[in-house]
């Protein structure tokens, strides 16, 4: 079974910066697909990026584009996202998965998350 371990969230300002990391274990991470998704309070959970296997090809939602980086060092079966020019919608609960199914309720199971507050 997949366990997934998010971290890295915290308090930030307005226009300010943070780096996630997801660790993975129980899959062979270098063949798979990682995506991370957030949650708002209220709100469903919403797909954030993908990045393809082998360090392949990233995506973004549009709203995330030009401020997120998806990234994963395949030796630590780590997937990262670097988050710059925060903003205070971007408040959320962070997770991450295996594959690149944009839809979160496909998924079975799920990290307990990284909490992520922007907010001055």
């Known amino acids: 079974q997949v366990q997934l371990v998010e971290s890295g969230g915290g308090l930030v300002q307005p226009g300010g910066s943070l780096r996630l990391s997801c660790a993975a274990s129980?899959?062979?991470?270098?063949?798979?697909?990682m995506s991370w998704f957030r949650q708002a309070p209220g709100k469903e959970r919403e797909w954030v990026a993908t990045i393809g296997r082998f360090g392949g090809t990233a995506a973004y939602a549009d709203s995330m584009k030009d401020r997120f980086t998806i990234s994963r060092d395949d030796a630590k079966n780590t997937v990262y996202l670097q988050m710059n020019s925060l903003k205070p919608e971007d408040t959320a609960v962070y997770y991450c998965?295996?594959?690149?199914?944009?839809?979160?309720?496909?998924?079975?199971?799920w990290g307990q998350g990284t909490q992520v507050t922007v907010s001055s």
């Open positions: 129980g899959c062979i991470f270098s063949i798979s697909d």
């Open positions: 998965n295996t594959g690149r199914v944009r839809l979160s309720s496909l998924y079975n199971s």
